[in-house]
């Protein structure tokens, strides 16, 4: 192939998070299925890095993404601090199952590899 594939990048599969009663929604569901909360900043070039690698290297099948736009949805990061009793990062990527938090990671230290090896534990 050349400098150019013709192959697209298929749109990662984000539930977005936009309201406290669909927040606890996920978080009953992570006992049927992972829950992986991502909070990312538009503003912030750390969170978009942060944001793409988790992108390219998360498998989607493996726990229901998340995604909360900080600017957007303050008050629900503030509400996954309390609930998950994390403290409150951007970007940060918090890994639920069964109602408990089994990974959290902020920054660069953000690592799909290391969420799917607690996944599978």
Request: charged residues 20%; hydrophobic residues 40%; aromatic residues 8%.
């Amino acid at each position: 192939m050349g400098l150019f594939s013709s192959k697209q990048k298929v749109a990662f599969p984000w539930v977005n998070l936009t309201s406290s009663e669909q927040l606890q929604e996920l978080l009953n569901s992570s006992g049927e299925k992972p829950v992986v909360l991502f909070k990312h900043s538009t503003r912030c070039s750390i969170s978009s890095m942060a944001l793409n690698r988790f992108e390219t290297n998360m498998d989607p099948e493996k726990a229901t993404c998340v995604y909360l736009d900080l600017l957007s949805y303050r008050s629900l990061s503030d509400e996954i601090a309390q609930v998950a009793h994390v403290e409150h990062q951007s970007p940060q990527a918090i890994l639920i199952n069964h109602r408990e938090v089994i990974y959290s990671a902020t920054h660069t230290a953000i690592d799909a590899f290391e969420i799917m090896k607690h996944i599978e534990l």
